[in-house]
C-alpha cells in the first residue's frame, strides 16, 4: 500500500500496543515501525531496473524480517528513552508494527516475499496500492483516538474500532473479488471469448470496480466489472502477447535469467510490443490506462523498455508513461465504478 495507509497502519498498531503507557508516544514510534519496510526503496535503486522490482518487497517484507530487526530498534528506543517504558512493550510495538505491513502489502497486486527466501511472490490482488475507501476511515480513527487522554475508556475503542474496520474492509475485497472470479468463464463467454487462465484485480482507488484479465493460446482479454452493474460484453480490450519476441532476445553475461525473472515477477501475465530498437515490456496485472482516462490513452500502466542492439538487450528502463495522467478524467471514470454509462 502507499505510504500514508502504511503510516496509519504503524501508528494504529503503535496506539494499541503501547499508547495507554505512552500516548501519542506510541502511535509516533508505531508509524516509524510501519515505515520501516519500505526503507528498502533505497537500497533496491541501487540494482539492475528489473532485479529491483523483486529486491523491493523482499527480505524487509519476510516474516523473518520483524524476528530480526524488532528487537534490535526496540532496545535502541529503549535506550533512548532511557529505559522508562518496558523493552517488552518496545518489542511488541516494532514487532506488530513492521509485521503487518508485508500481511497489508499482500492484498496488493506486486506481491510481496512474505516467506523469504523462498522465491514465491503472495499476491492477492484484491486492493489497489491507494484506496480512499481503505485509508481515510483509519485515518480519522487514530487522530481521534491519540488526541484523547491517554487514560481515557474511548481512545482505545476508537483505535481498536479503526483497526477492526480496515480488517474487514480487506476481507470485504477478497468475498468480491472471489464473487466476481466464480463468473469470470460466463463473462468471457458472453463476449465469445474462451480463455485459459484468467484473474480478478481491484481497480484503481476503489473495491467496487474490477479488471478481469484473461489468456488464451495467442492473447490477453481484459474486461471490467461494477459490482452496481451488469457486465458489458463489448468493453474487451485484446492484447497480443508477442512472448517469442522475449524469447529471442539475447542478454549480457550475468543477466541470462532475467526474462525468468520477469516472468515469476508477472505471474506470466506479460505482453511485449516493438518499437524501432525497443522491446515494451507490459506487466499486465497493472492494467492499461483505458478506463482512467476515458480512452483517450490504453497504453498498459507498468513495465520496462528494453533497448536492443543487434538483438541484445544493452540498456533496461523502467516503463513511464509520460504524459498519461494528464488525460485522467476522475468525471468518466466515477460513471464506470457506477455502472452510470450503462
Given at each position: 500500500?502507499?505510504?500514508?495507509?502504511?503510516?496509519?497502519?504503524?501508528?494504529?498498531?503503535?496506539?494499541?500496543?503501547?499508547?495507554?503507557?505512552?500516548?501519542?508516544?506510541?502511535?509516533?514510534?508505531?508509524?516509524?515501525?510501519?515505515?520501516?519496510?519500505?526503507?528498502?526503496?533505497?537500497?533496491?535503486?541501487?540494482?539492475?531496473?528489473?532485479?529491483?522490482?523483486?529486491?523491493?518487497?523482499?527480505?524487509?517484507?519476510?516474516?523473518?524480517?520483524?524476528?530480526?530487526?524488532?528487537?534490535?530498534?526496540?532496545?535502541?528506543?529503549?535506550?533512548?528513552?532511557?529505559?522508562?517504558?518496558?523493552?517488552?512493550?518496545?518489542?511488541?510495538?516494532?514487532?506488530?508494527?513492521?509485521?503487518?505491513?508485508?500481511?497489508?502489502?499482500?492484498?496488493?497486486?506486486?506481491?510481496?516475499?512474505?516467506?523469504?527466501?523462498?522465491?514465491?511472490?503472495?499476491?492477492?490482488?484484491?486492493?489497489?496500492?491507494?484506496?480512499?475507501?481503505?485509508?481515510?476511515?483509519?485515518?480519522?480513527?487514530?487522530?481521534?483516538?491519540?488526541?484523547l487522554n491517554k487514560k481515557a475508556k474511548w481512545r482505545s475503542m476508537i483505535n481498536w474500532s479503526g483497526i477492526i474496520y480496515s480488517t474487514l474492509y480487506l476481507f470485504w475485497g477478497l468475498l468480491i473479488?472471489?464473487?466476481?472470479?466464480?463468473?469470470?468463464?460466463?463473462?468471457?463467454?458472453?463476449?465469445?471469448?474462451?480463455?485459459?487462465?484468467?484473474?480478478?484485480?481491484?481497480?484503481?482507488?476503489?473495491?467496487?470496480?474490477?479488471?478481469?484479465?484473461?489468456?488464451?493460446?495467442?492473447?490477453?482479454?481484459?474486461?471490467?466489472?461494477?459490482?452496481?452493474?451488469?457486465?458489458?460484453?463489448?468493453?474487451?480490450?485484446?492484447?497480443?502477447?508477442?512472448?517469442?519476441?522475449?524469447?529471442?532476445?539475447?542478454?549480457?553475461?550475468?543477466?541470462?535469467?532475467?526474462?525468468?525473472?520477469?516472468?515469476?515477477?508477472?505471474?506470466?501475465?506479460?505482453?511485449?510490443?516493438?518499437?524501432?530498437?525497443?522491446?515494451?515490456?507490459?506487466?499486465?496485472?497493472?492494467?492499461?490506462?483505458?478506463?482512467?482516462?476515458?480512452?483517450?490513452?490504453?497504453?498498459?500502466?507498468?513495465?520496462?523498455?528494453?533497448?536492443?542492439?543487434?538483438?541484445?538487450?544493452?540498456?533496461?528502463?523502467?516503463?513511464?508513461?509520460?504524459?498519461?495522467?494528464?488525460?485522467?478524467?476522475?468525471?468518466?471514470?466515477?460513471?464506470?465504478?457506477?455502472?452510470?454509462?450503462?
Open positions: 500500500m502507499d505510504s500514508v495507509t502504511q503510516i496509519v497502519l504503524g501508528a494504529a498498531i503503535g496506539e494499541a500496543v503501547g499508547g495507554r503507557k505512552m500516548g501519542a508516544k506510541a502511535a509516533l514510534w508505531g508509524a516509524i515501525a510501519g515505515t520501516i519496510p519500505d526503507l528498502d526503496v533505497f537500497i533496491s535503486a541501487m540494482y539492475h531496473p528489473i532485479e529491483s522490482t523483486l529486491v523491493h518487497r523482499g527480505f524487509s517484507h519476510s516474516l523473518l524480517f520483524p524476528m530480526l530487526f524488532a528487537p534490535l530498534f526496540a532496545w535502541l528506543t529503549y535506550l533512548i528513552y532511557k529505559r522508562k517504558y518496558e523493552y517488552k512493550t518496545w518489542c511488541l510495538l516494532f514487532f506488530w508494527g513492521i509485521i503487518t505491513h508485508p500481511l497489508l502489502d499482500i492484498f496488493t497486486n506486486y506481491g510481496t516475499s512474505l516467506f523469504w527466501p523462498f522465491k514465491n511472490r503472495i499476491a492477492f490482488n484484491s486492493v489497489f496500492v491507494i484506496d480512499p475507501l481503505y485509508t481515510i476511515p483509519f485515518m480519522i480513527t487514530v487522530l481521534v483516538a491519540i488526541s473479488q472471489q464473487s466476481i472470479k466464480n463468473h469470470t468463464n460466463d463473462y468471457f463467454a458472453q463476449s465469445n471469448i474462451k480463455v485459459n487462465r484468467s484473474e480478478v484485480f481491484a481497480m484503481p482507488l476503489t473495491s467496487f470496480y474490477w479488471m478481469i484479465l484473461g489468456e488464451d493460446k495467442q492473447n490477453y482479454y481484459i474486461t471490467y466489472k461494477s459490482i452496481f452493474g451488469k457486465y458489458n460484453p463489448k468493453d474487451v480490450e485484446t492484447l497480443p502477447k508477442n512472448h517469442e519476441l522475449l524469447t529471442n532476445l539475447q542478454w549480457k553475461k550475468g543477466q541470462e535469467d532475467y526474462p525468468e525473472l520477469l516472468s515469476r515477477f508477472s505471474k506470466n501475465y506479460y505482453s511485449l510490443q516493438q518499437n524501432e530498437d525497443t522491446c515494451y515490456y507490459y506487466d499486465l496485472r497493472f492494467g492499461t490506462a483505458t478506463k482512467l482516462t476515458n480512452g483517450v490513452a490504453k497504453n498498459p500502466i507498468y513495465g520496462f523498455g528494453l533497448i536492443v542492439d543487434n538483438n541484445i538487450v544493452n540498456k533496461t528502463i523502467r516503463f513511464k508513461n509520460k504524459g498519461t495522467f494528464s488525460y485522467v478524467n476522475f468525471g468518466a471514470y466515477w460513471n464506470n465504478i457506477f455502472a452510470k454509462n450503462e
